[in-house]
């Protein structure tokens, strides 16, 4: 009987590459462990396989732990304060300079706290995603975990979107869920939702960025 051929070693479906490696500027307010998680997985896998990498970050304040984290990892930096413009408008338009020049693919508000205006929406909407620690469209603003634990609500977890022009109002990419214990204050809360919300945020920025996507009306297809 003839020898059979040796058998070779199961098909492994290659990951798919990002024919580019897309442009990621994160926009951080405060201590920046989003930021650091996506700066983790880049490093780790390499920014080919995770399809992207951070090109700069940027803040609406100084001395804060997300920039010192970027400056940690050799990124540029920029900040742009609303108290050094001479109105709302204009440090929109500063920030989305300061943006525009790193040329990024996606905008990423990690833990941002400043709503961006018209300015900013025209150059970067349906490319700039925010997240949000509650499940939207329940508590959206400045304190969803506070909102949520206030309301009672049982459960609450993370919302990653794309930013529109009203406040956490944009379609939703994705959404993880975390249980509200009866022993939860704020910050313990805030912390399980964030160790979801980091794990959450690195999959689908990795996801939009090597498969594509498209936003039909309040759905977002990611190919
Ligand atoms: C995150 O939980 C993010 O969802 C929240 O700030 C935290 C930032 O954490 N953003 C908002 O509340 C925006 N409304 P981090 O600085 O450690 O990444």
Known sequence: MKNAP???GPTVAA?????????????????GTNLQALLDEIAAVGPEAYGAEVVAVGADRENIEGLARAERAGLPTFVRKVKDHGSR???DAALADAVSAHEPDLVISAGFMKIVGKEFLARFGGRFVNTHPALLPSFPGAHGVR???????RVTGCTV???????DTGPIIAQGVVEIRDEDDESALHERI???????LVEVVGRLARNGYRIEGRKVVIQ
């Open 194 to 200: 964030k160790e979801v919300e980091r794990r959450l």
């Open 161 to 167: 979107h794309f930013v529109d022009d009203g406040v």
């Open 147 to 153: 909102d949520a634990l206030a309301y009672g609500a």
């Open 15 to 31: 990951k798919p590459v990002a024919e580019r490696v897309k442009r990621l500027v994160v926009l951080v307010s405060g201590s």
């Open 6 to 8: 040796p058998r070779k």
């Open 89 to 91: 408008e204009e440090w």
